[in-house]
């Protein structure tokens, strides 16, 4: 696959490394105003580092944009007269339609959503995808890209936002709960490099159950909760200061500042 990512900020980037380590790639150029701060991809083979999208366009089948959103639409403007019918548009850009992508490319472009995140670095990305008609020609081929990366689940346009709260950022909320477990784990006498040890791979334990059982997580926590015993005390605890109702609210929080950024955008 010939692949272009304009805009390698930390999302790309992590874009780029999990394409390079999948070695999916026929060639991949990396595009940003600043090559300095993409020098760690220097030297990879079939990688090109530029700074002019145009040259990316015109090399590339499949362009990944992984700018800002305000940066986005000056940026479509610039390489829209070379885009030709080969070219599948991939936006992971937070907050920007279809409607709007189709606005400056046209109809007939194939147009693909896709909110990925930063674990897409080491194949581990929940990306959900969504797109326009004439993109349904093409969501295998970005099925293919994301499930080589990780998981994917396609949905409508109207849920992306929420997408962008639970997988995207959903990252950083992850992050926050295995560091709470480390300092706790710590507090209990572990040290620091042991605590981050036992807090990420119960972590990721965990989920492993989920996904390979298919199980709700109370017939897991089930399984864990002896009568009377110390798990069952820690988690009612845990409830009594608010953990879920903390959770939900942080997220619903989230959501309704993307809501209120894309108002701000219209
Ligand atoms: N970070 C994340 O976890 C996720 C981000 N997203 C979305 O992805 C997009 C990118 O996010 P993120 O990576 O965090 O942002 P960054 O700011 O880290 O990256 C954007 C990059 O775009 C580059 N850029 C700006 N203008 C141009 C241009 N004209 N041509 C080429 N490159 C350009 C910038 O580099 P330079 O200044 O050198 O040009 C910058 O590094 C956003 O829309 C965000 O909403 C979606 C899911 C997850
Ligand atoms: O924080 C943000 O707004 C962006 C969207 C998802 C991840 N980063």
Redesign the pocket.
Known sequence: MKIAI???????KSIAKGLITNNTITSLYL????LQ?VQEFDGYKNVVLTTD?IEAVKQSDILIF????A?FEA?LNTIKLYLTEKHVLIS???GYGIQNIENQVGTDRFIIRA????AIAVGKSMTCLCCNTQGEKRIKIAEAIFNGLGHTLSIPESQMQAA?VVC?SG?AFWMRLIRATTQAAIQLGFDAKEAQELAMYTSEGAAHLLITNGNHPEEEIDRVTTPMGCTITGLNQMEHKGLSSSLIQGMVASFNKINAIKEEQI
Do not use: F, K, S, W
Request: hydrophobic share 30%; aromatic share 0%; proline share 7%.
């Open positions: 304009i805009g390698t900020g930390n999302l790309g595009t940003r105003r600043h701060d999208n992984a700018v800002q959103p940066h940026i992971t850009i937070t909110m990925p995140n930063t962008t995207a990252i």
